[in-house]
T-cell receptor, first 112, second 111 residues
């Protein structure tokens, strides 16, 4: 089945220790998104890629970076995680920007 | 600006119908979505409606759209314990490169 896969499902890191979260998709969608979601709040968009074109949200901290080496994979890098970065990180894809978004299962990040 | 609002909580008795309401502000919305999120999981697309429709039915789910009032609702018939989750309303517009989520409605089921 075509799907959006996130690894790992649970990630524990130490304060200040860089961490990378992974997302892959078999939908061959052009757009890949990263969201941060805290405590059952609405997902907050961090950035998205339209193909190789990176689009950052204005209020996304510099601590968050992303890479998309090919159509299938997209990574979220947190350079120096703080306690406030503990959250669920959701990856989503869509064929085009305004099209339906399909979400992965999420990675829950814990910062010690 | 774009805004999507939902009530935070809804409690219904098992077997009754649940109605979750949502209002949005952008009249140029093209698609309106309902996503379901169970604890510790990602968002599951439940259903969506195109803005030129006023109703869509899919098994136990009925979506009603009142474009004049910018009001969207999701009705779940014969609510079951497995329907316990947070339900997010969301909209997309031609001008936006993203969809806008509401704050989510937590649906709880009473025996």
């Amino acid at each position: 089945d075509a799907m959006v896969i996130q690894n790992p499902r649970y990630q524990v890191t130490q304060f200040g220790k860089p961490v990378t979260l992974s997302c892959s998709q078999t939908l061959n969608h052009n757009v890949m998104y990263w969201y941060q979601q805290k405590s059952s709040q609405a997902p907050k968009l961090l950035f998205h890629y339209y193909d190789k074109d990176f689009n950052n949200e204005a209020d996304t901290p510099d601590n968050f970076q992303s890479r998309r080496p090919n159509t299938s994979f997209c990574f979220l890098d947190i350079r120096s995680p703080g306690l406030g970065d503990a959250a669920m990180y959701l990856c989503a894809t869509s064929l085009i920007r305004t099209d339906t978004q399909y979400f992965g299962p999420g990675t829950r990040l814990t910062v010690l | 600006g774009e805004d999507v609002e939902q009530s935070l909580f809804l409690s219904v008795r098992e077997g009754d119908s649940s109605v979750i309401n949502c209002t949005y502000t952008d009249s140029s919305s093209t698609y309106l979505y309902w996503y379901k999120q169970e604890p510790g999981a990602g968002l599951q697309l439940l259903t969506y409606i195109f803005s030129n429709m006023d109703m869509k039915q899919d098994q136990r789910l009925t979506v009603l759209l009142n474009k004049k009032d910018k009001h969207l609702s999701l009705r779940i018939a014969d609510t079951q314990t497995g329907d316990s989750a947070i339900y997010f309303c969301a909209e997309s517009t031609p001008s936006a490169s993203k969809i806008i989520f509401g704050s989510g409605t937590r649906l709880s089921i009473r025996p």
